[in-house]
T-cell receptor
Framework: ELKVEQNPLFLSMQEGKNYTIYCNYSTTSDRLYWYRQDPGKSLESLFVLLSNGAVKQEGRLMASLDTKARLSTLHITAAVHDLSATYFCAVDGETSGSRLTFGEGTQLTVNP | DVKVTQSSRYLVKRTGEKVFLECVQDMDHENMFWYRQDPGLGLRLIYFSYDVKMKEKGDIPEGYSVSREKKERFSLILESASTNQTSMYLC????????????FGSGTRLTVV
């Protein structure tokens, strides 16, 4: 059974600081996805990582994938209040048939 | 511009009612999914479908059924709503290979009283 673990689950940080959210998964996969969810809203796709070493950047967020370590990171640079949200990673395991397994989510709060 | 549409944003139903949640996508996706999301429990897969008239149970199918008569529409049915089915319900769709991940609908907040 594929397990996906995120840490931290809760993150409170100040504006202007940098931080990294980690996503570990338990079985072989080379496809990983990051989503953002604002309170009371649905999930919005942020990044699609489809190979080992993939790196994607959008604004203050950068995601990377290391399939050998079964690890993805979401790095936040110079955080701003608008980044406050819950961030989910999701993994498509090799035998899951396009069924994604989601992490628990990291609730990020950026304080002024 | 909306690609996955859930018919209702908020619903209030009574215990014992039969409830239909509708989801329509316009991206010609093969796969469609229903999740529920509850605080502290993350996203839990209820049912999914890879093709018309096909359905597969997810992790928590009890108390639910689904229907997919057309490729673009995937309905979630609560046969007899109960208060423990009060939740946020999220529909998603993807291509067969899911190379681009899922596209989610805006969600339906269901309250069963």
């Amino acid at each position: 059974e594929l397990k996906v673990e995120q840490n931290p689950l809760f993150l409170s940080m100040q504006e202007g600081k940098n931080y990294t959210i980690y996503c570990n998964y338990s079985t072989t996969s080379d496809r990983l996805y990051w989503y953002r969810q604002d309170p009371g809203k649905s999930l919005e796709s942020l990044f699609v990582l489809l190979s080992n070493g993939a790196v994607k950047q959008e604004g203050r967020l950068m995601a990377s994938l290391d399939t050998k370590a079964r690890l993805s990171t979401l790095h936040i640079t110079a955080a701003v209040h608008d980044l406050s949200a819950t961030y989910f990673c999701a993994v498509d395991g090799e035998t899951s048939g396009s069924r994604l397994t989601f992490g628990e989510g990291t609730q990020l709060t950026v304080n002024p | 511009d909306v690609k996955v549409t859930q018919s209702s944003r908020y619903l209030v139903k009574r215990t014992g009612e039969k409830v239909f949640l509708e989801c329509v996508q316009d991206m010609d996706h093969e796969n469609m999914f229903w999740y529920r999301q509850d605080p502290g429990l993350g996203l839990r897969l209820i049912y999914f479908s890879y093709d018309v008239k096909m359905k597969e149970k997810g992790d928590i199918p009890e108390g639910y059924s689904v229907s997919r008569e057309k490729k673009e529409r995937f309905s979630l049915i609560l046969e007899s709503a109960s208060t423990n089915q009060t939740s946020m319900y999220l529909c998603a769709s993807s291509l067969w290979t899911a190379n681009y991940g899922y596209t989610f609908g805006s969600g339906t907040r269901l309250t069963v009283v």
